[in-house]
């Protein structure tokens, strides 16, 4: 379509154009096309045809895009409802407030109510109170000696974690601009079309 751009002086010769009837079934198939999309869109055909080339790409860009935020919809959904996960990150939390006490932070250890989610990446690195023992390690040990191992298996709680783990909601946002502004220009050239069709009738 892009190749098919009317030059000026086909454009203007497209104008001319007295078909007789809505079809041009006067004119031969490629006068026809060129009829029925050019004209209508004036000056704007190049504007045009990137339209009709989002629209052809319109549905699947959507149900992609649904699809991504039902994956997202499901992580979330898993990790707000799952047991285990609360009570893995209850020990967490536990661990928190009995570093804060071996430091001499006694004051403080009810102040503890919460960590930040980039501090479970450090549980592996971070030594517990003999500076051997990983964090990781002695949360490990604590559930399994009270009897809260089955916690350990948290991912088959959350099955449809993977998959949400693999959107991002960045690219998400983005696409969803994108498709608005692309809609956005869908409307307005329709709007400039029925204003050219108006003109022409007066």
Excluded: I, Q
Aim: aromatic content about 4%; charged content about 35%.
């Amino acid at each position: 379509l892009d190749a098919a751009t009317p030059t000026l002086d086909e454009a203007s010769r497209l104008a001319k154009c007295d078909a007789g009837d809505d079809d041009f079934c006067g004119l031969a198939e490629a006068e026809r096309f060129m009829c029925r999309v050019a004209l209508p869109l004036g000056d704007r055909y190049a504007e045009g045809v990137s339209c009709l080339r989002f629209r052809a790409a319109f549905g699947d860009r959507a149900r992609h895009l649904a699809e991504k935020a039902a994956d997202l919809r499901t992580g979330c959904a898993g990790v707000a409802g799952s047991p285990r996960l609360k009570k893995l990150l209850t020990y967490v939390l536990r661990l928190g407030r009995e570093l804060d006490e071996s430091r001499g932070r006694k004051g403080a250890a009810t102040d503890v109510r919460g960590f930040r989610l980039h501090g479970l990446l450090k549980l592996a690195d971070t030594k517990a109170f003999d500076r051997e023992t990983s964090a990781l390690e002695y949360v490990v040990g604590l559930m399994r000696r009270n009897d809260d191992a089955d916690a350990l298996a948290v991912f088959e709680e959350l099955p449809g974690l993977e998959k949400a783990a693999r959107v991002s909601p960045d690219h998400c946002l983005r696409e969803v601009a994108s498709l608005r502004h692309g809609l956005g220009k869908v409307e307005a050239l329709k709007a400039a079309a029925s204003r050219r069709a108006e003109a022409d009738d007066d």
